[in-house]
């Protein structure tokens, strides 16, 4: 029809061509699954029927300009292409072109349907928006009010849209700003600003939260219903160019410049489960007890309380200090507790019968305390820069002090621990009094240190949201790792007790932080739930599979963090066969899911589309390469998943 040889053009896509063009964007059909509409920079849309053992080009319609965005009516019937200064329609089964949309200003970044087909919305570069009449041709409605908003750096960036569900509101992604139309009132519902230039959107199935992937590697996911917490991604080093939820919505699939894929179980991790409320001023501290199954807060009001972990409730008060709690430890044996007050007291509890059962005191406020791994001991700091070394059975002491306040110490073994100052981390052995340093070499002052016995690893924290995981040998400290925070102001860390995760809390930034460690230190990634108030501690369940923090409000939020579970699939190297599971095998999130090497490095339009065929127990992934070649052996390889 359009001078174009169906089967010569078939083996020119997919018997390598030498056509100096890309494949930019995808679709497959709502109502076919093997129907895929593809564009490429020679401005021309195709229509593919996709078998398993053979693929024919049905349509081969021309744009008149590179094709930027396809997209399928949700009727199946139409296509819409989107480049340059239009968009055009076509017809599915002649390909007639229906209409012919033009713009006077601005290039065309995005075009998507309505769910009852009944308009087409674009997007351009100017960050403006205008949403078409799919019947008539007309225009609907053309919101052009942040024109004014976009510099010229943004307006060269592209802009993204997608529509709800129920096709009432319609999220757009206009350089760093992600706002919400609702297209019938023709106003702005919401509007958020965001620090990195939004450039791929999807919304959940029910229309409650939406996710966009950003510029600097983030996956967010924003909740319509104000004050629920804020979700952010951490794992890609590249923007996030597409998104897709799973049709049971809990997990969402990114693809990244950075060549990889990621699967994201964030219906699980991190969940809210309870609340403890009770304390009359911020929480402090908090820690878990040895065998789960209870937690022990204190707090700025001077009393420390004890809630059971399974059910919230409030087991018992335990007064006594005249100023602040700021530090709780358990004994091993889940009997005792040990508090530090910046009454300059450590007091010891029995919590079977709610009874003060020690007391020793330092010169100035206590900072921090730690119960030895044989129960021994009681190591605690002051603001007067002693360390105190408490012998429970005889209530001897060793007393060290440093030139510095030791504002984190924690036991490494029965005889070694650990003082963290603002200048130094030292370990010292009580019994030998040998000491020795680790080589900081960092500008920034350390926060926090934490240790995991599972791993055998040191976590220091510093101001500026580096972490650093140490081995201590004999005579040293050994840096085995460096993670770099996104966030700044990290106050408090804690170690899962598998030694796979780590939990940092900041109070400056509202928000709690999960790192996942990976045997490749490229492979880490961090998760933050933010706003969710000032969160002053943090503190794992025995299992890992629980985190208990601290608010500034007083409060204890109990977290159900069933593993994040991520699959990586990076260029030029095989996926990993299976994937990370819960211990608990009725709730594992994932097995193997492709079997798809990647193919060669992408064009800057975009690494990989990600594309729910519409049947809802079926999903497949289709990678763009360069050279518009889609490899015949990789559609053979590229394997479904029932």
């Known amino acids: 029809q359009h001078d174009v040889n169906v089967e010569e053009e078939q083996k020119s896509v997919f018997e390598n061509s030498t056509q100096d063009s890309e494949v930019l964007c995808v679709a497959w059909s709502p109502k076919q699954n093997s129907l895929l509409a593809s564009a490429a920079t020679d401005n021309f849309l195709r229509v593919w029927e996709v078998g398993y053992r053979d693929t024919k080009l049905l349509q081969c319609l021309p744009h008149g300009s590179e094709i930027v965005s396809v997209s399928w009516s949700p009727c199946g019937n139409f296509i819409a292409s989107a480049g340059g200064m239009s968009i055009c329609v076509w017809e599915k089964s002649d390909g007639k072109k229906m209409h012919e949309f033009t713009f006077s200003s601005g290039f065309v970044s995005s075009v998507a349907w309505s769910p009852k087909s009944l308009y087409i919305a674009t997007s351009l570069t100017n960050c403006s928006v205008k949403i078409w009449n799919a019947e008539t041709g007309a225009v609907h409605w053309e919101n052009s009010a942040f024109l004014e908003d976009s510099s010229p750096v943004w307006s060269k960036r592209c802009s993204v849209i997608d529509w709800a569900p129920d096709g009432k509101l319609l999220a757009c992604g206009l350089g760093p700003k992600l706002v919400v139309l609702d297209h019938l009132n023709k106003n702005v519902c919401l509007k958020w600003e965001i620090p990195e230039f939004v450039v791929s959107l999807s919304w959940s199935h029910n229309g409650k939260r939406i996710a966009f992937g950003t510029g600097d590697g983030t996956v967010q996911i924003r909740s319509m219903h104000s004050g629920e917490p804020n979700l952010v991604l951490y794992g890609h080093s590249a923007a996030v160019t597409c998104l897709c939820w799973s049709t049971d919505q809990k997990c969402i699939y990114s693809g990244s410049h950075d060549l990889s894929a990621q699967q994201w179980d964030i219906e699980r991790y991190p969940k809210f489960k309870l609340l403890y409320p009770g304390h009359k001023g911020a929480v402090d501290c908090v820690a878990w007890s040895p065998d789960g199954k209870q937690i022990i807060s204190g707090s700025v009001d001077g009393t420390l309380r004890l809630w059971d972990a399974l059910d919230g409730s409030l087991c018992a008060v335990l007064p006594g200090h005249s100023g602040r709690v700021h530090g709780v430890a358990w004994s091993r044996d889940s009997v005792n507790v040990a508090s530090a007050s910046f009454d300059r007291s450590v007091r010891i509890w029995n919590v079977r019968n709610g009874q003060q059962t020690g007391f020793y005191l330092h010169g100035l406020s206590v900072v921090c305390v730690d119960w030895s791994p044989d129960n021994r001991y009681i190591l605690s700091s002051s603001s007067d820069k002693a360390v105190k070394v408490f012998e429970i059975n005889t209530c001897d002491s060793f007393i060290y002090n440093w030139e510095h306040i030791v504002h984190s110490a924690v036991w490494l073994t029965a005889e070694r621990f650990v003082c963290a100052s603002a200048l130094f981390i030292k370990v010292l052995d009580f019994k030998s009094e040998v000491t020795f340093c680790a080589p900081l070499l960092h500008a920034s002052p350390v926060v926090c240190v934490a240790w995991s016995s599972g791993t055998g690893l040191l976590a220091s924290i510093f101001k500026d949201g580096t972490i650093r995981l140490w081995e201590p040998t004999i005579d040293s400290l050994v840096l085995k ?15 899962s007790s598998n030694g796979m995760q780590i939990a940092t809390a900041s109070a400056q930034n509202m928000s709690l932080n999960v790192w996942e460690l990976r ?68 709730n594992s999130c994932w097995g193997t899911l492709w079997s798809v090497p990647f193919l060669s490095a992408p064009s800057l339009h975009g690494a990989v589309s990600w594309e729910f065929m519409k049947s809802p127990t079926t999903a497949a992934v289709l990678l763009l390469r360069q050279a518009n070649q889609i490899s015949m052996d990789f559609i053979k390889e590229l394997r479904v998943v029932q």
């Open 481 to 495: 790792r460096e993670l770099t925070s996104r966030q700044h102001a990290i106050e408090k860390i804690a170690w």
């Open 519 to 586: 045997d490749e230190p490229d492979d880490n990634v961090q998760i933050c739930v933010e706003n969710i108030g000032s969160v002053t501690c943090v503190a794992w369940s025995p299992t890992s599979l629980q985190l208990v923090s601290g608010l500034a409000d007083g409060s204890i939020h109990l977290w159900v963090p069933s593993r994040r579970t991520t699959a990586v699939f990076n260029s030029g190297i095989d996926p990993p066969r299976t994937g990370f599971a819960d211990t608990d095998e009725q």
